[in-house]
């Protein structure tokens, strides 16, 4: 009887672009090529991020916490199942509990109980949805919290509260709405986003952009 073995050649490289810090850096010793061998499948072209809170190997499955916690599990829930990394979204955050009180309780790993590496988004797509004006400056957006606050997103903002509240990978600041102008203004805000993340701060996280349904 013949014994026939299929091999399957998986070759999965890491999608996201990440900035050089002043603290963490992606070099050649940070960006390593490894082969797995597991039951004939080869998995090629892992990249390592080496962050604050650990080492991430990429491809990921990433949890969202999006309120600074994952729906019905815990910390150590999500370690079981292998999680190197929870998303949280600075929207939230912003609104609930604070970015300055999110600080003063530790920064966002002591606030989640999370000693592994976390990424914020932006939150520019959550006040995009919202009834929001939108211009070169930011946008402007109702809290659906407090009934009725006005509150101001800029690209500085936003980075400021990512990088406030400690998070190890912070997205730039993005016009979401899909059209031509936006697609420009996104550029235009990445601009201001990395000026203001250059500005020295006692965290520096990598930085990162949204690319979304293939336009950016």
Same mark, same amino acid.
């Given at each position: 009887?013949? %014994?026939?073995?299929?091999?399957?050649?998986? $070759?999965?490289?890491?999608? %996201? +672009?990440?900035?050089?810090?002043? +603290?963490?850096?992606?070099?050649?010793?940070?960006?390593?090529?490894?082969?797995? $061998?597991?039951?004939?499948?080869? =998995?090629?072209?892992?990249?390592?991020?080496?962050?604050?809170?650990?080492? =991430?190997?990429? &491809?990921?499955?990433? !949890?969202?916490?999006?309120?600074?916690?994952?729906?019905?599990?815990?910390?150590?829930?999500?370690?079981?199942?292998?999680?190197?990394?929870?998303?949280?979204?600075?929207?939230? %955050?912003? %609104?609930? !509990?604070?970015?300055?009180?999110?600080?003063?309780?530790?920064?966002?790993?002591?606030?989640?109980?999370?000693?592994? !590496?976390?990424?914020?988004?932006?939150g520019g797509f959550q006040v995009q949805s919202l009834n929001c004006?939108?211009?070169?400056?930011?946008?402007?957006?109702?809290? !659906?919290?407090?009934?009725?606050?006005?509150?101001?997103?800029?690209?500085?903002?936003?980075?400021?509260?990512?990088?406030?509240?400690?998070?190890?990978?912070?997205?730039? $600041?993005?016009?979401?709405?899909?059209?031509?102008?936006?697609?420009?203004?996104?550029?235009?805000?990445?601009?201001?986003?990395?000026?203001?993340?250059?500005? &020295?701060? &006692?965290?520096?996280?990598?930085?990162?952009?949204?690319?979304?349904?293939?336009?950016?």
């Open positions: 009887t013949a %014994l026939f073995f299929s091999l399957r050649i998986f $070759f999965i490289s890491a999608d %996201l +672009v990440l900035a050089k810090t002043g +603290v963490a850096t992606i070099s050649r010793e940070t960006i390593k090529n490894k082969i797995f $061998f597991t039951s004939l499948v080869i =998995i090629h072209q892992i990249m390592i991020i080496k962050t604050r809170h650990g080492e =991430i190997a990429t &491809p990921v499955f990433m !949890p969202v916490g999006t309120n600074a916690t994952v729906k019905s599990l815990s910390p150590e829930d999500l370690k079981q199942i292998g999680a190197q990394i929870i998303l949280a979204n600075n929207y939230h %955050l912003f %609104l609930r !509990p604070g970015s300055e009180n999110d600080a003063k309780m530790g920064g966002i790993h002591q606030f989640m109980n999370w000693n592994r !590496p976390i990424l914020t988004d932006s004006k939108i211009s070169e400056d930011g946008v402007e957006f109702t809290s !659906p919290l407090d009934g009725g606050g006005k509150h101001f997103f800029t690209p500085e903002s936003a980075m400021k509260s990512q990088i406030q509240i400690g998070a190890d990978i912070i997205m730039a $600041f993005d016009d979401s709405t899909g059209s031509k102008e936006a697609m420009d203004r996104t550029h235009r805000w990445l601009k201001r986003c990395i000026k203001a993340f250059n500005t &020295p701060t &006692p965290v520096s996280p990598y930085v990162g952009g949204d690319e979304r349904g293939g336009r950016m």
